[in-house]
Structure formats: structure tokens, C-alpha cells
């Protein structure tokens, strides 16, 4: 009786432990899947960043924009990019057609007033930043790029409810709030794939 009792034991502690690795083997399945759909994801907007800006991406002045830093730790020119990325997965989550090229070209010059707000040169005017830095940004972005209605929208109006006159273009809406998370996700050094670096 002893014994049939033990093989028992030994039976149920046997099935205990093929339940709890078939269950670890499917885990990491799903989260290798997860994470080659994530590399998939970002593989096809860096493609969709390239096809639609690439002129941006590649010029001098948004190449220079790196030294300066946006929010906590990160450049202008890393907040931009990911406000690109995170425009398009905004748009798509939520279903809404647009055009993509308006939208990204927007996005990449949205912050393009080509200083550094947080330099001593600028302290004084440090407060108002906030209000002045989309029209900065439409004029260089002018001065180097031709820009359509829509696109000139999507800089001028991405600080709402700062501009007071709402954005007039659903890429604009888009991108406004694209800007909102990634300044809030950077602020807290929650956002993905930043560097850390020191001021
Ligand atoms: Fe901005
Ligand atoms: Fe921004």
C-alpha cells in the first residue's frame, strides 16, 4: 500500500512539473512571437520614415538638432523621430486613414526651431518657449522644405491648446497627440529605446 501510495506521489509530482515547462516553452513562444512583431513594427516604419523623409532625416540642420536636448535626456532630433513613429502607430490604432508622407514630414519638422531651449542665451525667454517655438519652427522649416497647407497646419498647431486655434487637419490632431505622449514619456524617462545621457 506504501508503495503504490509513493508511485502516486511520484506520478502527480512528474505531471506538476510537465505542466509548469510546457507552460514556461509556450510563455517564451508568445514573447519571442511578441518581440518579432515588435521588430517587424519597427523595421516597417523606419522603411515608411525613410520613403517620406529621407531629405529631412539626412539634412544638415536636422542632423544638428541631435545636440540639443528636447525633453529629460533625449535630442530634438530623437523626439521628432519618435513622434513620427508614434503619429503612425496612432493613426493606425485608431483606424484613421491619412497621408502618411503629410504626416510624417510634419511630424520630423514639428519641433524645428533649431536651438537650445534650455541654453542660458534663451533663459529668458525660457517661459515662453511653449508659445513661440511652432511659429520658429514653420519659418526654418519654410526656408528648406515646400510645404503644403497640411503640413504647415501640423507644425503650427501640434502645441494646441497653447495655439488656441485648433489643429484644422486630422493629421495635425494626430500628431499633436503623438507629441503629447512622447514629451510626457520622455519627461519620465519612460519611453523606448531611449539613451541616457548627461546634461
Ligand atoms: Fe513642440
Ligand atoms: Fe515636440
Known sequence: MKKDKAAKQRKAARKRWMRLIKKQISGKRKSKKRSLEKK?????????????????LKSDNFLKSEKYIQHGNVSVMRHSISVAKHSLLLAKHLGIKCNKRDLIRGALLHDYFLYDWHSKEHAGLHNLH???HPGIALANAKKEYRLNR?????????????????????????VSAADKYCSLME????????????R
Do not use: N
Open 150 to 174: 497640411r503640413q504647415s497646419d501640423i507644425i503650427k498647431k501640434h502645441m494646441w491648446p497653447l495655439t488656441v486655434v485648433p489643429p484644422g487637419y486630422k493629421e495635425a490632431w494626430i
Open 130 to 132: 511653449g508659445f513661440y
Open 40 to 56: 517587424k513594427q519597427e523595421k516597417r516604419l523606419k522603411e515608411l520614415l525613410q520613403q517620406y523623409g529621407t531629405d529631412i
Open 187 to 198: 519627461t519620465l524617462h519612460l519611453h523606448r529605446g531611449g539613451k541616457r545621457r548627461k
